[in-house]
């Protein structure tokens, strides 16, 4: 991160000169609304981070977990994705887009505390939110920060509320491949280890071979194909006619 790399400061520095690039960019898209919008956003993600920090070492409830989950991470999906629809200019039901963005981001704030107890690797600080007074869902299903495994469980099968809640909202959206998608995970995510792994070879494979040079010279020699068998079958072929014909639109030698 850029905090590891050089200091507290400059990653500070750094993260407001993003939001100054950002905020000029939303500003150039001249709508009021979407302005408004971003504001309240990062409006209700500072009250929710000045919240955390007065009640560090402190075993909250399951409510007020979530609100601030909504305040620091849900309240920027549901921004970006209602935002995303005003822009469309289609007739779309923003209060049920509404809905989804704050469950996608109550579900993505929720696995990340997960993630933080029980992930092994480097990628991501591990356990450090305990260490720094930070009690999320596992602490207070637990009510122990010592001893916090017991709300793993419980803690997963929130999580998987969320998810449910948003893929059913999902559903309700108008048909598009970015839905297509979304569903084609949720339900590879359901197979076992090894078939997932096997179609994400099988989708490598496709990617690659779509990238590739021969892509375009297959499919065309392909489509030729295709098109010379319909009208083989379908509409017509050429033939010589060797003897007279029995019809007098067709001549000898034709």
């Known amino acids: 991160t850029t905090c590891e790399e050089f200091d507290n400061k400059l990653a500070v520095i750094a993260g407001d000169y993003i939001l100054s690039v950002a905020m000029e960019k939303i500003a150039k898209i001249n709508s009021n609304e979407i302005l408004q919008r971003f504001a309240y956003t990062l409006n209700r993600m500072c009250i929710g981070e000045i919240n955390q920090n007065f009640n560090r070492?402190?075993?909250?409830?399951?409510?007020?977990y979530i609100e601030k989950s909504k305040n620091k991470t849900a309240y920027?999906?549901?921004?970006?994705?209602?935002c995303c629809a005003i822009l469309s200019k289609e007739k779309l039901n923003l209060d049920e887009i509404s809905k989804l963005g704050i469950n996608i981001g109550i579900a993505f704030q929720i696995r990340d505390d997960i993630t933080?107890?029980?992930k092994t690797d480097s990628s991501?600080?591990?356990n450090n939110d305990i260490a720094e007074g930070i009690y999320n869902a596992p602490v207070i299903y637990a009510q122990s920060p010592e001893n916090y495994i017991s709300g793993i469980e419980k803690t997963k099968t929130l999580l998987n509320n969320y998810i449910q809640e948003a893929i059913e909202q999902i559903k309700n959206l108008p048909e598009n491949q970015y839905k297509t998608d979304a569903s084609w995970m949720h339900f590879k995510a359901k197979l076992p280890e090894k078939i997932q792994l096997k179609l994400d070879k099988i989708e490598e494979l496709y990617k690659n071979y779509k990238e590739s040079a021969a892509c375009e010279v297959i499919e065309t020699v392909?489509?030729?194909l295709v098109m010379v068998i319909i009208i083989r079958f379908f509409?017509?072929?050429?033939?010589?006619?060797?003897s007279a014909s029995m019809h007098p639109t067709l001549l000898e030698g034709d």
Not at 76 to 82: G, H, I, K, S, Y
Not at 235 to 242: A, H, L, S
């Open 124 to 126: 991501k600080p591990a």
């Open 116 to 118: 933080n107890l029980t």
């Open 76 to 82: 920027l999906f549901e921004t970006a994705l209602v």
């Open 235 to 242: 509409i017509g072929e050429i033939r010589w006619i060797p």
């Open 57 to 64: 070492f402190k075993i909250g409830t399951i409510d007020e």
């Open 222 to 224: 392909v489509f030729v």
